[in-house]
Nanobody, 124 residues
Framework: QVQLAESGGGLVQAGGSLRLTCAAS????????MAWFRQAPGKEREFVAA????????YYADSVKGRFTISRDDAKDTVYLQMNSLKPEDTAVYYC?????????????????WGQGTQVTVSS
């Protein structure tokens, strides 16, 4: 069983940057697909980005493409989300997710493992 813990959230002005970190424990993540989702108040949890093994495909939601970058360091069992050019609409709780299977990577229902989330607030 893998446990996930996010960190790095905070308050930032529009146009600023943040880097989120997801630290995994319990099992190594090298065979897991790793993803980031976010949930704003009153809205459903939505896909942000996903990455399979370190040297394989990366996927992004259209709303963050060109601004956010997902990366992973499997040697450290850690996944990152670099967020640049932040906008007020990026404000949400950001969650790290993982699953060892292959499936619909952009669906929150697919993932078996979740962190507790970290709040990101972007002021205008």
């Amino acid at each position: 069983q893998v446990q996930l813990a996010e960190s790095g959230g905070g308050l930032v002005q529009a146009g600023g940057s943040l880097r989120l970190t997801c630290a995994a424990s319990g099992r190594t993540i090298d065979t897991y697909i790793m993803a980031w989702f976010r949930q704003a108040p009153g809205k459903e949890r939505e896909f942000v980005a996903a990455k399979q093994r370190s040297d394989s495909a990366t996927y992004y939601a259209d709303s963050v493409k060109g601004r956010f970058t997902i990366s992973r360091d499997d040697a450290k069992d850690t996944v990152y989300l670099q967020m640049n050019s932040l906008k007020p609409e990026d404000t949400a709780v950001y969650y790290c997710a993982a699953d060892i299977r292959r499936g619909i990577y952009y669906s929150s229902a697919f993932y078996s493992h979740w962190g507790q989330g970290t709040q990101v607030t972007v002021s205008s």
